[in-house]
Every structure is written in structure tokens, then in C-alpha cells.
């Protein structure tokens, strides 16, 4: 099984500022397969990013993601106020799929 | 717009069974794998199972198998997780999802409660 690691838990930034999220695999994710997740309390999460780095239909283009490897970066080059939420990365190159454990951005 | 509607959540006893539902709108997602993801309170998701398009294949989590059975009716446009000898980390919001690789459609959920 592939373990999902993101750091930090918590970002604090204000709106405006660019956020780098991180997401580490336990082993190689083949073909880049791992997808990013937005979710607002009482909300499903929401795809953002599948492949690694191509932006679900809808999703605005401050939201990037790049990696591959063991290595994935979610970027959010300007916070808007509906971005503060968790985000969660995902693998899905090998069976179980997994998430990673999430990075909550906050308001500072 | 595409819609996933979850039903057949609730409380049940340690031990107990259920069964979930989900109706989806759209008739070509028949075309696609779906999957169940389930989320515990305070935790991140986690994914439990998902079909191929035509049921042919099926895959579970480890501490599903033997215990889920993920099944649907495309006739229907409806996916279905039967759960059985429930434990008490079962409990979760659980989801129908699009996709058995990533997950582009999700409903709102169904809560299941596993308790004495």
C-alpha cells in the first residue's frame, strides 16, 4: 500500500498570498497518477487535479500541480477567500487507492 | 449536471448489516467505473471498493473484503454496497463516486453509525 504523506498540516496565509502544498508517496506513483481534492466543511471533497498536474473541467488556473515520483506540489498562486479548506492528495497508479492525511489552509 | 444520490445509511449494531444505494442522473456514467469512499469524523477519505463498468471486476479495500460486496444494476443507473458483520471503525460518511481511479463525481454522502 502506498502511504500518502502532506505537510504541513496547516498553512496560515492570507488572501492574496500563494500557497505550496506538499504530498510525499511511501513508493513511486506510476504515470504521475495522483489527483488533488478541495473540501469545505459539511461539503464532499471536490477533484481539482488529476495526472498530477491537469486541472479538472471548472477549475479555476490559480490552481497547479506538478511532481512526479514520490514528490507532488499543489499550488494556489493567489488565495481567493473560497480557498480556504482541506485539501487532500490521492494516488490511484496502484491498488488500494489512497489519500493522503490532508493540509488544512487557513485565514491567518 | 451530474448528480450522486446516496440512501440506506443509518445506526446499526456491531455485527449488523446494510445496504447503500445510489442513484445517479447521468445514463453514461454506465460507461464508467464507480467507486465507494468512505470518510470517518475528523479523518481524511478513504477509498473501500469500486466495479467496472460492466461488473466484471471488482476491488476492496483489505478491511473490506470478505465482509463488502460492491455491485450495480446499469439498467437502473444505480450502484450499491452491501455491508455486512459491521464493526465499530465502519463508521463514516460514505460516498458514491465516479471513476475507479480518480474521482470526479461525488454524492453528499450517507451516514453510517456503528454502535451498541
Known amino acids: 500500500e502506498i502511504v500518502l504523506t502532506q505537510s504541513p498540516g496547516t498553512l496560515s496565509l492570507s488572501p492574496g498570498e500563494r500557497a505550496t502544498l506538499s504530498c510525499r508517496a511511501s513508493q513511486s506513483v506510476s504515470s504521475s497518477s495522483l489527483a488533488w481534492y478541495q473540501q469545505k466543511p459539511g461539503q464532499a471533497p471536490r477533484l481539482l487535479i488529476s495526472?498530477?498536474?491537469s486541472r479538472a473541467t471548472g477549475i479555476p488556473d490559480r490552481f497547479s500541480g506538478s511532481g512526479s515520483g514520490t514528490d507532488f506540489t499543489l499550488t494556489i498562486s493567489r488565495l481567493e477567500p473560497e480557498d480556504f479548506a482541506v485539501y487532500y492528495c490521492?494516488?490511484?497508479?496502484?491498488?488500494?487507492?489512497?489519500f493522503g492525511q490532508g493540509t488544512k489552509v487557513e485565514i491567518k | 449536471e451530474v448528480q450522486l444520490v446516496e440512501s440506506g445509511g443509518g445506526l446499526v449494531h456491531p455485527g449488523g448489516s446494510l445496504r447503500l444505494s445510489c442513484v445517479v442522473s447521468e445514463s453514461t456514467l454506465r460507461n464508467h467505473w464507480m467507486s465507494w469512499v468512505r470518510q470517518a469524523p475528523g479523518k481524511g477519505p478513504e477509498w473501500v471498493a469500486n466495479?467496472?463498468?460492466?461488473?466484471?471486476?471488482?476491488y476492496y479495500v483489505d478491511s473490506a473484503k470478505g465482509r463488502f460486496i460492491v455491485s450495480r444494476d446499469n439498467a437502473k443507473n444505480s450502484l450499491y454496497l452491501q455491508m455486512n458483520s459491521l464493526r465499530a471503525e465502519d463508521t463514516a460518511v460514505y460516498y458514491c463516486?465516479?471513476?475507479?481511479?480518480?474521482?470526479?463525481?461525488w454524492g453528499q454522502g450517507t451516514l453510517v453509525t456503528v454502535s451498541s
Open positions: 466495479i467496472k463498468e460492466d461488473g466484471s471486476e471488482k
Open positions: 463516486v465516479s471513476g475507479g481511479s480518480w474521482f470526479g463525481y
Open positions: 495526472g498530477a498536474s
Open positions: 490521492q494516488q490511484y497508479g496502484s491498488l488500494p487507492r489512497t
